[in-house]
């Protein structure tokens, strides 16, 4: 590969790019992004060789769309336009059916892969981007039956690069369990921090009495609300269901301590340890 | 101190006799355990050097009851039945009003500190005892002024040696604030992981699609059922207005994910970001 483009110079383009460059130490990356400031910071960085423009799609080997899902839509069809016959695209979002459906028909359909690494941080831009965030994650990767089987090679050297495995799911099936596994995970971070600075009139009381239990359960609400505003958007119906089952459960709880039946609240934070086997599984396969 | 009596050899307790036996390097460990494996655990891991019966209480110099607070509001005042003039009596659990008021009145009431550690970890035993794990955090003590003055000097010395600091609360107040950024984080993320658990029959995909923010919200879901309930029965009230709160931020949450308002979303989002500025107060200040 002798031409990267990298549209949105944030955490996880930013650190995408950083593994490639060992990779394809001889390529030129280039750094497009809305935000100056960002795009500036990116090459200072080392993220990106060069601040370019939509111009350089026609010459790009990899495009790499690291940008909230909301604007990703509304571009993606237009880099299509762009590129060449030897161009690769790949987004990163969070939400796969709509980003999927944007491009369904398009003429250079078969240029684009449909990828989410199950990777990053609460922190986000340029300055926030580092070598091995992808490192044994997972990258999800949707319809891969409608990318060319050549760029799914190209895909394939690239993601061994980064160290990731793949794994690859129909976009309702990735939308579905992501509303679960992540997105209600950072609503429930950012509701519960909501209810304790509602509630902590002092904050001094927060700082004092908050273990690390609290800040590892709250970490997800610092993150960007740019970045996820959309992606509720986009996943909606999943997340009012992964809401809804959420709430109910919670409900459930309350009425449990109402009723003074602690067999029941036992009962089911004793089944609910069960994540502790989940989260070792975690760690053991990736 | 030449009699130290750990009562309840877990995590907290053990960890805590693990720094102390540095500071009163000729002092007898004692352990006292209604677990009798946990208690020959704690000696053959080092955390104590006998396992005792109650009858050693009368020569303590120090006991530390670190069992469930259901627990140690029937043990409490059989222990200060028990011990000797030049005894500290201390508790470290996680409610502080019930405790206290079993002790109201309490002859030896003045030999009592009731003493909560803001530290811990999702683990539990003799075995996840560790050095160190109280350094740079919070003792909260309840109702200095009903110790006695003197043994609120060794106490003070005591939490030196673990490299705490100390602050001061009402147990009403520590309970009301506990609930909110202890209780109700593990209840969230209790509910969090059932929830996702009961949506994925095919555990296969929780492992695959949970990134390190699924990880970091549900950790608190390891935690002990046998130590926790007995916390939310004490503390009830306040663990049902903490609930209170956080179910009705999820349903407005919900309401403006239902009704498309992805501006509130937004908004709600990026006010609770005010947590980075309070987890950074933590950071520095502990």
Redesign the interface.
């Known amino acids: 590969m002798k031409q990267i483009v990298l549209i949105g110079t944030g955490l996880i383009g930013g650190s995408m790019m950083l593994d490639l460059r060992e990779a394809y130490p001889s390529a030129v990356f280039h750094g497009i992004d809305a935000d100056k400031q960002h795009a500036a910071k990116a090459k200072e960085l080392g993220l990106i060789d060069l601040v370019s423009g939509m111009e350089v799609l026609s010459a790009a080997d990899l495009v790499v769309i690291a940008i909230p899902v909301d604007a990703t839509v509304q571009l993606l069809p237009k880099v299509l336009d762009q590129i060449g016959e030897q161009s690769l695209v790949m987004d990163v979002g969070s939400t796969k059916e709509a980003i999927c459906k944007t491009v369904r028909g398009h003429a250079h359909r078969r240029h684009f892969m449909a990828a989410h690494p199950?990777?990053?941080?609460?922190f986000s831009g340029p300055q926030a981007a580092h070598k091995g965030l992808f490192g044994q994650?997972?990258m999800?990767v949707c319809e891969v039956e409608q990318t060319a089987f050549a760029l799914q090679e190209r895909a394939k050297e690239i993601f061994e690069h980064l160290g990731m495995r793949v794994?690859y799911m129909t976009p309702a099936a990735?939308d579905r369990?992501?509303a679960?596994?992540?997105h209600?995970?950072?609503?429930?971070?950012?509701?519960?921090?909501?209810?304790?600075?509602?509630?902590?009139e002092n904050?001094r009381?927060?700082?004092?009495?908050?273990?690390?239990?609290?800040?590892?359960?709250?970490?997800?609400?610092?993150?960007s609300?740019?970045m996820?505003?959309?992606i509720?958007?986009q996943n909606?119906e999943h997340?009012?269901d992964?809401?809804?089952?959420?709430?109910a459960?919670?409900?459930r709880?309350?009425e449990s301590?109402?009723n003074?039946d602690?067999n029941a609240?036992?009962?089911?934070?004793?089944?609910?340890?069960?994540?502790?086997t989940?989260?070792k599984?975690?760690e053991n396969?990736?």
């Open positions: 199950i990777a990053g941080t609460e994650k997972t999800i794994r990735h369990h992501i679960y596994v992540s209600l995970s950072h609503i429930s971070s950012f509701m519960l921090g909501k209810t304790v600075i509602q509630e902590e904050e009381d927060i700082f004092d009495l908050a273990g690390s239990g609290f800040e590892s359960t709250v970490r997800l609400a610092k993150s609300p740019a996820w505003t959309p509720f958007a909606r997340v009012l992964s809401l809804d089952g959420y709430i459960n919670l409900s709880f309350r301590v109402k003074n602690f609240i036992f009962e089911d934070m004793e089944q609910t340890n069960r994540i502790r989940i989260l599984g975690m396969g990736k």
